[in-house]
């Protein structure tokens, strides 16, 4: 049996999308593919090299607007907005480009010839580190050459700072890697011989187009001979952090290839949300636990893998992407996050095994980011396991799969945090809660801000009963004067008998 409760929202109007013409969306593709260009000309000094196919982004950017406007109206404005988001963006949080004194020297193209391991290892080491700059080396030689020194009684004098560190075993200078920068662990194969062949190994990449001083191109060259370089050691963790660069789906490949542990890539947070090209990466691997995304556009197919192709995939969190997937239904999935992202379709959230559920969206819609977030509609089915549980975001739909009598869906929950939605059809979401979570003891209720519409009533308080043996806390989060509050204190304390204290807060 489904319960359905409906949270408002967008209603979709019929035969609009038939009858817009293709030049009105052509126009549009046109604009958003010049304001593209003219950001990426803020950030480059190669201009000339773009490094993923502006056209095509462009073409889905108008491709997302098109599928969650609700009619024409909708549409023409949802794309001016965006249009005058991205016509605005100025890349006020960057470094301007300039010689650096930890700027790190970028590889030239690599020989035909494939040399012996060690001899490529030391070339491509000197490769990435070629052409550091000099600055960096007045920095370090200075150094090296004024180390304190002792003397022992008229002894030959000797340095105070042996090298201790290279006599640890690999796998304690891997873990020290683990904390670095992907170039500064490049760096380590000048300290000594021992190091020298380390970072090939090194299980942990973090690679950040921070640390370029967003220089696309070089950050480009960069990874693309770290991954070649690399061969086939396996690589536990990969954190990437890119900025347009379509290469980045081989990368993420790559890692997955190696048998990663743990993937975290992040989108440069200006750009439009990254394809993850399901043509590239496979998501097949008994080995990923931990899945974090941010800014992608996560598809059905690449989806249908990470559900059925990654048997230890445990961790997931989507954050700031467009989800168009039907389902999330991952038999090992303990915890699952969704941040601020726009569920374009009716999802499907079928976890057994899942323990904690956040799915949280921006506490305030009137943004400029949030301009193609869309109120999401959300089954939830076979949570027993569920213990937290957040459903902060915005919400049209929310259906309960399961419901019948003498059954508690959620009988293991017992931290729940709601938003403005559950206070829809007279309070139904929130009871629904209630009444199939014996064991809460926390309950967290955030409430619309003035900027938001479409402000849910209470329209009796009459008759409304549940039992909460366990709750213990409740906070409410509010605008100051809020008259639904004294009725969500009034029922609560009624029902729940052994509720310590109501926490009242104001944004």
């Known amino acids: 049996m489904e319960v359905v409760f409906d949270g408002g929202g967008v209603v979709e109007a019929d035969n609009w999308r038939s009858q817009i013409m293709i030049g009105n969306r052509l126009f549009y593709v046109s604009k958003f593919f010049w304001a593209l260009v003219r950001i990426l000309s803020q950030y480059d000094q190669h201009q000339h090299e773009t490094l993923i196919d502006l056209p095509e982004v462009a073409a889905r950017l108008e491709q997302r607007i098109f599928v969650i406007a609700a009619n024409l109206v909708d549409y023409n404005d949802k794309a001016s907005k965006r249009l005058t988001y991205l016509e605005t963006i100025v890349p006020h949080d960057r470094v301007k480009l300039r010689t650096s004194l930890f700027q790190l020297a970028l590889p030239e193209k690599m020989e035909q010839k494939q040399p012996s391991r060690p001899q490529m290892i030391e070339s491509s080491a000197e490769m990435l580190l070629r052409q550091s700059s000099s600055d960096e080396q007045n920095k370090i030689n200075p150094a090296r050459r004024n180390l304190p020194e002792v003397s022992s009684c008229g002894k030959q004098m000797k340095s105070c700072c042996d090298d201790r560190i290279s006599f640890l075993h690999e796998s304690i200078l891997h873990h020290i890697m683990s904390f670095m920068p992907a170039r500064d662990v490049v760096r380590t194969s000048v300290l000594s011989p021992r190091w020298r062949p380390l970072w090939t190994s090194a299980p942990c990449l973090d690679i950040n187009i921070d640390h370029f001083n967003m220089d696309r191109v070089k950050f480009n060259e960069f990874a693309e001979s770290l991954f070649l370089c690399r061969g086939i050691d396996t690589l536990d963790i990969l954190r990437l952090h890119s900025f347009a660069i379509s290469a980045a789906n081989f990368w993420i490949d790559h890692a997955i290839n190696r048998k990663a542990k743990s993937i975290e890539f992040t989108e440069y947070k200006i750009w439009e949300p990254f394809y993850l090209n399901p043509g590239i990466i496979k998501f097949h691997s008994s080995y990923l636990r931990s899945l974090k995304l941010t800014n992608v556009i996560l598809v059905t197919c690449i989806f249908h893998r990470l559900n059925h192709a990654c048997p230890s995939l445990e961790n997931l969190q989507l954050a700031d992407s467009t989800l168009e997937l039907p389902e999330i239904s991952s038999r090992s999935l303990k915890t699952l996050e969704i941040i601020d992202c726009s569920v374009v379709k009716h999802l499907l959230i079928r976890t057994h095994k899942l323990v904690s559920l956040r799915f949280e969206g921006s506490r305030c819609r009137c943004t400029s980011k949030s301009i193609l977030l869309t109120p999401s509609a959300v089954t939830l089915c076979d949570l027993s396991n569920a213990e937290s549980i957040e459903l902060s975001a915005s919400v049209r739909q929310v259906a309960f799969d399961g ?56 329209q009796t308080a009459r008759g409304i009963s549940f039992a909460a043996e366990h709750l213990e806390k409740v906070t409410i989060y509010c605008t100051e004067g809020d008259a639904r509050v004294p009725v969500l204190v009034n029922i609560l304390r009624i029902n729940a008998r052994s509720l310590d204290r109501i926490d009242v807060k104001t944004y």
């Open 403 to 458: 419901v019948s009598t003498g059954r508690s869906m959620f009988i293991n929950l017992r931290s729940l945090s709601l938003g403005e939605w559950c206070l829809s059809n007279n309070l139904s979401p929130i009871l629904c809660f209630l009444r199939h979570s014996p064991l809460l003891e926390k309950l967290n209720l955030k409430l619309k801000l003035d900027c938001e519409k479409d402000e849910q009533t209470i």
